[in-house]
């Protein structure tokens, strides 16, 4: 037991240039490893010390020492002058895992047309950057030309690497989501997804409130005057719905009657590759082949939010085309770089932000720290010459 004690105060002299928040003076002992892998001090200097005593350490409780070693950056020293045994000069980077669909190395018309992925994982690395505490892995589930990875596949492949966490960052079907919780609860180690879609304790979620989103869309058109509103999904995935429920929150707020909103068309495939959505066409392709029929028969009011920005452009550009972008109010979801140079209103999404915190959440997560899992963030509406309001409008303006 001296031996235990002598390292014990030799380390909690230098505790704090690891542990953030402590004196420094201080650095990583043989009791914070104890106390965060939840065994006795007895038994974490027996499995890092590479002793063999009287004390038997079953392999699942060794297991566990090492890792919280390894996420406190626990590091034994080499015999050096006098001999002693402790923690290295230099804290351990904790090593993060990113799952994403988007990898920043491809230079694509897709990858540059959907910032989704890119913007979040951006965001995560150069936080965690900021705060010099942790290297990034990324596993990129879509390549070209091919089906995406599963994503059990994609943490095994991050797993064999040792990380010390792991992110997932995916905007689909929250049915995914829901699937892979085991998966991760399995891995052992600290995990977080960022997603559109609210999760339920304990599963750590970074995610955005599409239903505000979309209340903030109808709330815009109705305050510029507008009074009939078309919802334009050809397609129904459930963030779709979600922001279409916005839209009819915002009607109801405003006491308008509920035939306000129309959503066109009345019966939207799945987001699935179908008739009238191909993957080669993806949303844009989907508009168009709608689009003209519904301005023709009446059932696109002048006042149209699209499930997207590329559906919206889309739109913009069929009604261009019948010499009839005037007649119209566009707007969407997303801000993607065209929607800038095409002056299209949209609802930009909270990308950057949802990357910082969960780099932060990760971070703390890893150190143990009191954190608030569920973190919901909101988009910014970005007004643009897309929807004018209806006086404008009459005017010609």
Known sequence: MNFINDIDSFHQLFYNICMPGKNTTERVTL???????????????????????????????????????????????????????????????????????YDAALSSPAGERNPWGHDVSTALELKLSEQGAARVSYFNRRVPNAPPVPVDEAASALLSKNVDALVLVYFGPSTLLTDQIPVFEAAGVPYVFVSPHALSAPVANIYYDNRAAGFAAGMHLIEMGHRGITFLAPVDPDWASARIEGVADAIRAFRLPPDTLNVYPG???????????????????????????????????????????????????????????ADFAVMGFDDMPEARFEGLTTLRPPREAMGREAADLILKMCRRQKARKQICLLSDLVARASTLDVEQRTQGG
């Open 31 to 101: 009791r914070h490893v104890a106390e965060l892998a939840n065994v006795s001090i007895a038994s974490t200097s027996t499995v890092l010390s590479g002793l063999t005593n009287s004390t038997r350490v079953p392999k699942a409780t060794s297991d566990r020492i090492w890792a919280a070693a390894r996420t406190l950056g626990y590091e034994k020293r080499g015999h050096g002058s006098g001999g002693e045994a402790g923690v290295g000069p230099k804290r351990r980077l904790l090593h993060v895992g990113v799952i994403t669909e």
């Open 267 to 325: 019966e939207r495939p799945q987001c699935t590759p179908a008739q009238l959505w191909t993957t080669a066409d993806g949303y844009a392709g989907a508009v168009r082949t709608i689009a003209e029929a519904g301005i023709v028969s009446g059932q696109i009011a002048p006042a149209v939010i699209a499930l997207n920005d590329e559906a919206a452009l889309a739109f913009l550009d069929v009604v261009r085309a019948a010499g009839r972008a």
